[in-house]
């Protein structure tokens, strides 16, 4: 049969159009799109990241905890702000996980939310200020430029029975750590590179004495286990006194590839982070990344942009939250 194409639609290609086009409203997918509150809150964006820059500059380590808040939200589940929800009204906080020691600043979070609140109420999800804080504060640590989708939604609950299972421990295998980010579609180098993070911040000595004692880890530098000793005098650190190590003594505050430079000094933190370098999967890329620092910045925005929009909840699962404490119902 001759066809006549050029001259008519074929209707079933208006069908699937159709088609697909109910798909993406029903399901309320693909939401994320770039600058998505330009309508509904032009200066969104801009507020947040004036709020980001005002906090770095009172207190630095705001930056490097925006870093680690992405990871722990989008890691568990989605990236939905669940997080950020305290214990309240049968909700668990996800804070009170062994796997959230040490995160800090969560009040900050309020600053910018409020911020958000003046200008345009109910607008802007917590979840997006999950991941734009974390773009804004890894381009203040001298990290790469990312851009970001927005559009995301704040959980109605928390899931702290899920953290440990999606969370790796910080003595846990590489090819444990390596299958947790490959469940969210990050691969070897995308967690290579995440891992990166780790040239900022800190780490509590509970999380380094089993290193130290009751004998020392013979992979570690002994000057740098001198030193560890020094920040972690016993094997039982009282928690009530804030004793930790810093990720990188050399460039504390810079999100650079000083990390993986370390990692081949045996200057590795955590467990986790030396056996990146006794690996043999993960290994050679430790060494194009201690290279290049460009490449590791490429490979870095790449993996945390994966992060960022992993499983995205629909319009319909989730909600704005007013104060990203609590679910709006409370
Ligand atoms: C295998 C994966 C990972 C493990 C086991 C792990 C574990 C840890 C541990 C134990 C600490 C120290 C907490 C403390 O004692 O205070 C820490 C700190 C940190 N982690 Fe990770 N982490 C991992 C991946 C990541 C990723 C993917 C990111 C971000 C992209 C990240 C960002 C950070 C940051 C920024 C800090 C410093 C926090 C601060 O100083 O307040 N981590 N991590
Ligand atoms: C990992 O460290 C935790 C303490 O943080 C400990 O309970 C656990 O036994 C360790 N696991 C391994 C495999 O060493």
């Known amino acids: 049969m001759a066809s006549n194409r050029g001259d008519h639609f074929c209707p079933s290609f208006i069908f699937l159009l159709l088609q697909l086009l109910l798909l993406q409203f029903y399901s309320g997918k693909g939401d994320l799109q770039l600058n998505y509150y330009a309508e509904s809150c032009p200066n ?178 002994p000057d740098y286990a001198e030193y560890l000793k020094r920040r972690c005098p016993t094997p039982d650190p009282d928690p009530k006194k804030v004793l930790y190590a810093r990720n990188d003594r050399e460039t504390p505050m810079v999100l650079d590839n000083m990390y993986y430079k370390h990692l081949l000094q045996h200057k590795g933190l955590l467990l986790v982070d030396q056996q990146l370098t006794s690996d043999p999967t993960t290994s050679p890329l430790v060494d194009k990344m201690a290279a290049d620092n460009g490449y590791f910045h490429d490979q870095f925005a790449r993996a945390v942009l994966l992060l960022s929009e992993n499983n995205q909840l629909t319009a319909d699962q989730g909600e704005i939250r007013k104060d990203c404490r609590y679910v709006n119902s409370d």
């Not at 939200?73 to 009170?96: F, H, I, P, W, Y």
């Not at 928390?158 to 590489?174: K, R």
């Not at 290579?192 to 004692?213: E, F, T």
Request: aromatic residues 6%; contains cysteine.
């Open 44 to 221: 969104a964006e801009e507020i947040i990241k004036q709020q980001v820059i005002k906090l770095y500059d009172k207190h630095g380590n705001t930056a490097v905890s925006w870093v680690r808040n992405l990871f722990h939200d989008c890691m568990v589940k989605s990236c939905d702000a669940s997080l950020l929800l305290e214990t309240r009204n049968g909700v668990e906080s996800e804070q009170k996980s062994e796997r959230s020691f040490g995160m800090r600043n969560f009040k900050y979070v309020k600053t910018i939310k409020e911020a958000l609140e003046n200008e345009c109420p109910m607008t802007v999800s917590c979840a997006d200020i999950v991941s734009l804080s974390a773009r804004d504060g890894i381009v203040l640590l001298g990290g790469p430029r990312i851009e970001m989708k927005t559009g995301r939604k704040d959980s109605k609950e928390g899931y702290l029975s899920e953290v440990e299972n999606s969370i790796p421990n910080h003595n846990d295998t590489m090819e444990l750590v390596l299958s947790r980010f490959q469940s969210i579609g990050i691969g070897t180098e995308g967690t290579v590179a995440l891992l990166g993070a780790h040239s900022v911040g800190r780490v509590h000595c509970v999380n380094l004495v089993h290193r130290l004692y009751p004998t020392v880890d013979p992979t570690l530098d």
